[in-house]
C-alpha cells in the first residue's frame, strides 16, 4: 500500500496553498500552534515522533485521544480555534486527493456562547459626546481636537480598530451629498461608510490642530485653499497620528479610548475587553433602532455572515424588552395581582 504523505511536509503544501491569501504573520503563528499542539499530542497517543507522523496515521480514533488530552484545562475558544485550524488542514488534504474525507465532524468542541453586543446606552453615549465637546479629558498633553476626531469617527461609523488606523487622508470623501470614508475591512475587503458633514467639521477642527503642533508635516505646495485644512495634507497621510505625530498604533488608540470613557464615568458600562468595539456595537445598534435591517448593517459594519449582524437585532430587541419591563405601570399591575391573589389579606 502506497503510503501517505508525512504531515509535516502536507502541513508546508497547506501554507503554500494559502499564500494568495495573505495571512497576517499574527494568523499564521496561531496555525502553526494549533497544528504543532495536536500532532504532538498525536505522537504521544501513537508512541511515534512527530516528524514520523503520516496522513494516514491522523484517523478519527487518534484525533479525538489527541484533542482530548490537548484540550485539558484549555478555554474553550483556544479548543474551538484549533478545531477550526485543522478543519481547514483536513480540507486541504481533501482537495489535494489525499484523503478522501475529513475526520474532523466526528471531534468534539466546545460550542461557542452567544453573546449579545453590549453598546452604550444613548445617556452613556451623551456623556461621552459631552466630555469630548468640552474637552476636558485629562492628559499630560491634552489635544482635545484628537480625541474628539478619533472617538466621534468610531461611534459613527461602527469602523474596528485596524480599520480605524490604517484610514488614509484620500480615503475621506468630501464631496456635498456623498461625503464618505473607505475602509478596508478583513479579508482586504473595501467598503465605504456615509458619513454627515458634521463629522468632516470635527476631522477638520482636527487637521487644524495638527497642523499647528507638526507643521513640518504640512504640504508646502499646491495649496489652492489655505482656509481649508484638508488641503494641507497628503492623501497618503495618515488620518489619525499619536502625540508624536506619527500614525496612531493600536496601543496609543486604546489608551485614548478608554481615558475618554474614565472620564465620561461610562468604563463600567462597556464589555469586558472592548474599547473600540465597544463604539460599534453603539454605532450598530443605534441604526437598528431607527430601523436598519440586517443586510443594511451587513454592508455598513464589513460583516462575512448575516448571522453576525442579525445579533444586534436581538441584542436591540432584549434591550427594548427590558427598558419596557421598567415602566412604572409593572410597577402597578403587580401591586394589584398581589391584592387580589388567593390568600392575599382582606
Request: no cysteine.
Given at each position: 500500500?502506497?503510503?501517505?504523505?508525512l504531515v509535516i511536509d502536507a502541513i508546508a503544501g497547506w501554507f503554500l496553498a494559502r499564500a494568495p491569501r495573505k495571512d497576517s504573520p499574527h494568523t499564521k503563528a496561531a496555525y502553526r500552534r494549533d497544528l504543532a499542539a495536536i500532532c504532538s499530542a498525536a505522537s504521544v497517543h501513537l508512541g511515534r515522533p512527530v516528524d514520523d507522523l503520516r496522513i494516514g496515521d491522523l484517523t478519527l480514533r487518534v484525533l479525538r485521544n489527541a484533542f482530548a488530552a490537548w484540550?485539558?484545562?484549555?478555554?474553550?475558544?483556544?479548543?474551538?480555534?484549533?478545531?477550526?485550524?485543522?478543519?481547514?488542514?483536513?480540507?486541504?488534504?481533501?482537495?489535494?486527493?489525499?484523503?478522501?474525507?475529513?475526520?474532523?465532524?466526528?471531534?468534539?468542541?466546545?460550542?461557542?456562547?452567544?453573546?449579545?453586543?453590549?453598546?452604550?446606552?444613548?445617556?452613556?453615549?451623551?456623556?461621552?459626546?459631552?466630555?469630548?465637546?468640552?474637552?476636558?479629558?485629562?492628559?499630560?498633553?491634552?489635544?482635545?481636537?484628537?480625541?474628539?476626531?478619533?472617538?466621534?469617527?468610531?461611534?459613527?461609523?461602527?469602523?474596528?480598530?485596524?480599520?480605524?488606523?490604517?484610514?488614509?487622508?484620500?480615503?475621506?470623501?468630501?464631496?456635498?451629498?456623498?461625503?464618505?470614508?473607505?475602509?478596508?475591512?478583513?479579508?482586504?475587503?473595501?467598503?465605504?461608510?456615509?458619513?454627515?458633514?458634521?463629522?468632516?467639521?470635527?476631522?477638520?477642527?482636527?487637521?487644524?490642530?495638527?497642523?499647528?503642533?507638526?507643521?513640518?508635516?504640512?504640504?508646502?505646495?499646491?495649496?489652492?485653499?489655505?482656509?481649508?485644512?484638508?488641503?494641507?495634507?497628503?492623501?497618503?497621510?495618515?488620518?489619525?497620528?499619536?502625540?508624536?505625530?506619527?500614525?496612531?498604533?493600536?496601543?496609543?488608540?486604546?489608551?485614548?479610548?478608554?481615558?475618554?470613557?474614565?472620564?465620561?464615568?461610562?468604563?463600567?458600562?462597556?464589555?469586558?475587553?472592548?474599547?473600540?468595539?465597544?463604539?460599534?456595537?453603539?454605532?450598530?445598534?443605534?441604526?437598528?433602532?431607527?430601523?436598519?435591517?440586517?443586510?443594511?448593517?451587513?454592508?455598513?459594519?464589513?460583516?462575512?455572515?448575516?448571522?453576525?449582524?442579525?445579533?444586534?437585532?436581538?441584542?436591540?430587541?432584549?434591550?427594548?424588552?427590558?427598558?419596557?419591563?421598567?415602566?412604572?405601570?409593572?410597577?402597578?399591575?403587580?401591586?394589584?395581582?398581589?391584592?387580589?391573589?388567593?390568600?392575599?389579606?382582606?
Open positions: 500500500m502506497e503510503q501517505t504523505p484540550s485539558e484545562g484549555r478555554a474553550p475558544a483556544t479548543v474551538r480555534r484549533a478545531h477550526s485550524t485543522w478543519s481547514g488542514f483536513f480540507e486541504h488534504l481533501v482537495s489535494e486527493e489525499h484523503l478522501t474525507g475529513s475526520p474532523m465532524p466526528g471531534v468534539a468542541k466546545p460550542k461557542a456562547p452567544r453573546r449579545l453586543p453590549k453598546p452604550f446606552a444613548e445617556d452613556d453615549a451623551a456623556r461621552i459626546v459631552a466630555v469630548l465637546r468640552d474637552g476636558s479629558t485629562r492628559r499630560r498633553n491634552p489635544w482635545p481636537e484628537l480625541d474628539a476626531a478619533v472617538v466621534l469617527t468610531a461611534m459613527v461609523t461602527g469602523v474596528r480598530a485596524a480599520e480605524l488606523l490604517a484610514v488614509d487622508i484620500g480615503d475621506v470623501t468630501r464631496t456635498s451629498g456623498n461625503e464618505r470614508i473607505r475602509v478596508l475591512g478583513k479579508g482586504e475587503a473595501e467598503r465605504a461608510i456615509p458619513v454627515e458633514p458634521a463629522l468632516l467639521t470635527v476631522l477638520g477642527t482636527y487637521l487644524d490642530s495638527r497642523r499647528d503642533r507638526f507643521p513640518g508635516s504640512a504640504r508646502r505646495r499646491g495649496i489652492e485653499d489655505e482656509s481649508d485644512p484638508w488641503q494641507w495634507w497628503r492623501k497618503s497621510d495618515a488620518l489619525f497620528v499619536d502625540r508624536t505625530g506619527e500614525r496612531m498604533q493600536i496601543g496609543a488608540l486604546q489608551y485614548l479610548v478608554e481615558l475618554v470613557y474614565r472620564d465620561a464615568g461610562v468604563n463600567a458600562s462597556r464589555a469586558r475587553g472592548a474599547l473600540v468595539h465597544a463604539l460599534r456595537h453603539t454605532a450598530a445598534t443605534r441604526l437598528v433602532e431607527r430601523g436598519a435591517t440586517a443586510v443594511e448593517l451587513m454592508d455598513f459594519l464589513g460583516h462575512r455572515s448575516l448571522s453576525t449582524s442579525q445579533g444586534y437585532l436581538a441584542s436591540t430587541a432584549a434591550s427594548v424588552r427590558a427598558a419596557a419591563a421598567r415602566s412604572p405601570v409593572y410597577g402597578l399591575l403587580t401591586a394589584q395581582v398581589e391584592q387580589t391573589a388567593p390568600g392575599a389579606a382582606e
